[in-house]
């Protein structure tokens, strides 16, 4: 696998109801991506497994930068998750820690990048719904992966598996819709 030096993806979580069906993706700046759907799931469960596979799917990028709307999913990474581990899988507040199996995976995924030499994965907020194009293709995959979902279907799609990307120089289609518009 060749090492690349820089690379950014934005990520995203959809939920249908909230628990209900919900979706996940990443879209890469060259328009490759990855999406999964979850017949009964969060919305922060599907923010997390779009962080978790957005690292594990980029195992050979030396500065990995994350644009999430997300600010429970950043958090949750980059302040809480370690905190959780120590307290035995409790919150602050001496309750039980949510998630604590995508919290191991992302730990092992940090753990992973920084025995291979990786730089730690960078964090960018952006504002969802805002006109910020990497984060509309994300958002348009994880609503399209949650739509799967309530049909009960556990699946994941990826560029890596052949699907086309997307062109993300124009924005995506917003929900319900199949076409991208141009601006």
Known sequence: MTLVDHYVVATDGACKGNPGPAGWAWVGEDGHWSAGSIPEGTNNIGELLAVLYAIRD???VQHLLIQADSMYAIDTYTKWMDGHYKRGWKTSGK???KNVDILKALMA???????AGLDDVEFEHVRG???HRLNG???NRAVRASQHAA???SLIWTTHRGLDPVDV???APTAGEDKPRRR
Do not use: L
């Open 169 to 171: 120089s124009i924005d």
């Open 58 to 60: 980029h195992g050979n």
């Open 109 to 115: 995924a940090r753990q992973e990048r920084r025995e």
């Open 137 to 139: 293709w994300a958002d």
């Open 95 to 97: 309750q039980p820690t």
């Open 151 to 153: 049909q009960g279907e």
């Open 129 to 131: 719904h805002a006109g």
